[in-house]
């Protein structure tokens, strides 16, 4: 309620017309000026974009489309420092009035006109002077927020939509292990070796700034997110195995979602007393608190928000008909859990990944071909954009930021921690996880996955959000320099590393699936190991049976009608919430999502127990005629078929030649 | 250089590290508020989405999509405005001091730290105490400049790209008649009256502010922008009279450009006295030469970027082996054109329009099949968005807009003059052109054309973008009714206006086509018209025939290659050109674009001569094969073909059969 009024009599006594017109030029020239630099991030992708088709075409690899959309940022950011010299607007007066707080709203009265001012954020002294010198260079510097809040959504929602669900979940466990506990090996190994680094700096004084131990964990969090775009996409060319593949791929989607939380944690830390920055039990306690709610939090809205109304939606609304709503609507509802999740408080970027991947789960099978292929084109589409912005703003921001702090010992102290934190994330635990796995991560698979350790968007977009001290300065200025060094020297190197590592290219779809078969010839051998590999995946087998007879049933088109697999009493609540098309269903496509259980050869072999035992209807074609389907046939099938349908085929296939398999030793 | 310290000792000292939390936790809490508010708009749409596909289901036609989005608009703002109390924030506190002038940017010093403010506009002394009071609702409310830079550039673009542009071409003469000269009456028709309004509230004491006639012919300019999205869904649905959704869609889409730059002109306007608001012959003169400049200028931003850069580019890449690199290139270019006129201080609105045309003309016929999809359905999916984006808002904006002025008199006056505005468009136009037009346009078609005159998105844009005045609040508020009545009553009845004026419906691409034919057979006895006809077409033919032989080739795969039309001379640079799909084309897809002839049933007979002469290497196959396609054939084909495709067959089977027919007749 403490409304200050501050008097200031005027120096220059202006006309009031003369200075409202002054003021619409202003905002107009100002207009113009951001359309300017808008223009030249658009031509720059456009650039990006006629390079990569060039490099496409040419078919050369040692410079992905982001290294490549980094390096015009890089030539822009020069030009725009060095090159432009924009002649000092006059009307441009900076004024300075030296206020108690800091409201996000600020009126001025400017001879009896009042004017909305709003917040921008806090600059620090030595910058005011440069507020005048470069309005240009700060005008090509967007709002760090944007990244968080329009770039980085589309870009996590695309690799939760786009993942590999096949691979993804018979790696689950591993994928897990690298993302949970790795990134939180790796953050604490970055930054204690950062502290070590930055106490040296203390002791010969090249300090410029407070750098507390906290800064140094939320370093080490910030380049723990792994973002193998570049990796990515040269192993989808050459199509190298497909495990390395997802490994790599859902390690890195996950990692994301666990350096925002673990890095919001970290800031979070507050310990009781006002001397900040000590080691508090409780205040440690609390932000573990803090990173398990927030995660769990955003997972369970992306999850639920998704499953419990877009699927429904889509499923008894018979938007089949009218592509455009049905887009329309995915999108929307893709969107309002991002919103959502930021409007209470938990993080939009975790809750759009698993909104992303239980839209591929269930929305996906409700959606009519043509949705499915529009979603899919327009998730592409805004990925690739958001990405190649993201890249070449990074290369732009190098020259273009106003406060870079290079500091050689914190460089060199960055790049051998993030090497070391990697070494720390993948050797350990790939020893670890090789002791429970049938199917070992060998040791070339190893050192690709250490190799493929890059930084990219996410990481940029944590290190930009907050540049305010002098310690995210020079974290923010290190960052830039990991990301290029790893995007260029590693994603460059690639090709080459796998050739080195004699790791298989050319793995095609059909081949992968003879892999499965082999698993279960090597199977006998480690039966002393089935037992406990079987107590590991009753969890998950318990889930996957539940999703495939109830969840799938409610939620979708797909799996077997609820009639048959809730009990009798429920008869009347099944018939409504089955739909037409899950009786159609039922003779031909029942296991379309055999290849979640698909983690291990003797389950699938379980499966097929399993699937017979709960089936009380006795109707069910088994799978003699289906897999009576040569492979000739099968492969023509996946060619007619887009990416999706070709997963399925391919693991029906294996599924029933397991099972026809399992018949002939029997 | 005049930086203006102002030192205000602060009463109440905090602690920096207090403020510091409390800053940030401001932020936050906006974060979070902003994200609430956008998430309320999203589920706005999703319930529209929801609600026009039951109403789609149903085949309800009372309501558009647009009158619904906007219904459920103004109950979201009902409850905003009187369901919602949010306790007031303490912290919340405005500051006021007083200083000289209004720079964009400000800088704060609280204790010792800098923060950096920019300006957001003026606000009306009777609002500064709002400003604390209705934080919510001032959230609510959106830049009006985003309306103009990111709502209406993808609705504009899809206007000019969905064009269907044989029909529009046919009608062509009609269509700028309606959307250049009627537009610019109406809006001085709208201007004389209201400023006749304005005069007699004056008199009776009613007005309270100023109201100039300047203001008076500004209101014309933004009223007069016709926007029949309602009425042109129905007519799709209906398939009513090809010509009748030309006129009217064709005169919409320009009329939108017209308006756009004859607001902006007019409050260009300033007499050399400081005494403004007076008439003066120079600085009228000056206005129409802004109107010319920046129109003409506009136009010709938006067609020469794209016919200069994007056909190339699309033509010598083989950009169509990747589709994803295509469509993102195309939608980057769009955007530039944009970006481009606006940094040039042209129109960016009325650019995109014509980069849309340009684009579909030329860049389109480049693009691989599945990139014309993937175009056409993001341009569909981003304008559908947008619209509905804009109409909810429209009706939210009913009841959270602070600051409305609701005059019964004014209120009243602008119904009455946008009717008498539009009548004075349509009938007298009608009767002029209809001396010259062979096809006339019918009194039912004029009465329907007169209903149809619905405002919508643009006129909305426009009297948003400024509502500082007295004057520009009241034809705010105007502008809302006018809108809602327009598009719920006029777009309501649409049917019955149809059914009532008997304009018949259910008219199928082949029928129209027959019309063509009657045109012929009706033609003889127009004879003494038909120099004056083929006169005035002269221009136009000249224009088709350059752009047919050179302009297409050069630009485009399709065409006839540039070494058939160039002088032998040019030989090299020809073959340089050409690309190897026009020696394809050349033997039978080569008319793809005699439907910009077709404007009359004469010169599509006189078509057939100029091709004939003008080919001078003989080897055309005529028309007779493929003239020997039967209707069953071509039917067969429109069903597989898309849209663009149907178009286009469709005119190619009259073209032949108009030919055989003058053969027949020879």
Chains 1, 2 share one sequence.
């Not at 223009?39 to 650039?47: A, D, E, N, S, V």
């Not at 037409?580 to 003797?602: M, R």
Request: aromatic fraction near 12%; include cysteine.
């Amino acid at each position: 309620q403490k409304i200050l009024f501050l008097v200031y009599k005027a120096t220059v006594a202006e006309d009031s017309a003369m200075e409202n017109i002054v003021t619409e030029k202003k905002a107009e020239e100002s207009h113009r000026q951001d359309s300017a630099d808008l223009l030249i991030f658009i031509l720059l992708l456009t650039l990006t974009i006629l390079t990569i088709w060039l490099f496409k075409h040419r078919r050369f690899r040692f410079l992905h489309e982001t290294g490549l959309a980094m390096i015009y940022g890089l030539l822009v950011g020069v030009v725009l420092r060095y090159g432009i010299h924009v002649p000092r607007d006059i009307n441009n007066v900076t004024l300075s009035c030296h206020v108690n707080s800091s409201p996000a709203t600020l009126l001025v009265n400017v001879s009896g006109k009042f004017y909305e001012y709003t917040l921008k954020g806090e600059i620090s002294a030595n910058e005011v002077s440069d507020v005048q010198d470069n309005e240009m260079l700060r005008k090509v510097t967007f709002d760090p927020e944007v990244f968080f809040n329009i770039l980085l959504p589309p870009i996590i929602f695309h690799a939760g939509y786009s993942l590999k669900r096949r691979h993804f979940f018979r790696n689950m466990g591993s994928i897990l292990a690298f993302a949970f506990v790795g990134t939180v090996v790796s953050c604490f190994i970055i930054g204690l070796l950062m502290y070590g680094c930055v106490m040296l700096m203390k002791q010969i004084g090249q300090l410029g700034g407070d750098f507390f131990f906290t800064d140094c964990l939320f370093f080490g969090a910030i380049v723990s997110a792994t973002d193998p775009v570049t990796v990515l996409a040269i192993f989808n060319e050459l199509q190298v195995d497909f495990d390395l593949y997802a490994l790599l791929f859902g390690e890195s989607v996950l990692n994301d979602a666990v350096a925002v939380v673990l890095s919001s944690s970290i800031v979070a830390y507050q310990p009781e007393g006002d001397n900040s920055h000590t080691f508090e039990a409780m205040a440690v306690l609390k932000s573990f608190g803090i990173f398990l709610g927030v995660f769990s939090g955003s997972f369970a809205l992306g999850v639920a928000t998704v499953s419990l109304t877009c699927p429904h939606v889509t499923k008894f609304t018979k938007l089949r008909d009218f592509q455009l709503l049905e887009t329309a609507l995915f999108f929307l509802m893709s969107w309002s859990t991002f919103l959502l999740a930021e409007a209470c408080g938990f993080t939009g970027v975790v809750a759009v990944l698993f909104c992303g991947i239980t839209q591929a789960h269930y929305t996906y099978n409700n959606l009519s071909p043509e949705s499915q292929d529009r979603t899919k084109q327009l998730f592409e589409l805004l990925n690739f954009l958001a990405e190649n912005f993201i890249f070449s703003y990074m290369g732009l921001t190098l020259f273009t930021f106003q406060n870079h702090v290079f500091n050689p010992i914190f460089i060199v102290g960055a790049f051998l921690s993030v090497f070391l934190g990697r070494a720390a994330n993948i050797y350990p635990l790939s020893f670890l996880l090789n002791l429970g796995r049938r199917n070992k991560i060998s040791s070339n698979f190893q050192h690709m996955m250490m190799f493929a350790g890059l930084r990219g968007a996410m990481t940029f977009a944590l290190s930009i959000r907050d540049t305010a001290t002098y310690a995210r300065q020079m974290m923010f200025s290190t960052t830039l320099l990991v990301v290029f060094f790893t995007v260029w020297i590693c994603g460059g190197g690639t090709t080459q590393m796998l050739s080195c590592q004699h790791i298989r290219v050319g793995v095609d779809s059909d081949q992968d699936n003879s892999v499965s078969g082999v698993f279960l010839q090597i199977g006998p051998d480690g039966i002393e190991r089935r037992s406990t590999k079987q107590e590991s995946a009753w969890l998950f087998r318990l889930w996957y049976n539940f999703d495939h007879n109830y969840l799938k049933p409610i939620l979708t088109h797909s799996g077997p009608p609820l009639t048959a697999t809730l009990p009798a009493c429920c008869g009347p609540l099944a018939r409504c919430l089955t739909s037409p098309q899950a009786y159609e269903n039922e003779g031909q496509l029942k296991d379309d999502d055999s290849d979640l259980i698909l983690n291990d050869g003797n389950i699938s072999l379980t499966y097929g127990d399993i699937t017979v035992s709960t089936d009380a209807t006795g109707t069910r074609t088994s799978g003699q005629p289906v897999g009576g389907i040569n492979s000739d046939e099968a492969l023509d099938r996946e060619l007619t078929f887009g990416d999706h349908e070709l997963v399925i085929r391919g693991t029906r296939l294996v599924l029933f030649e397991l099972h026809g398999k399992k018949q002939n030793h029997v």
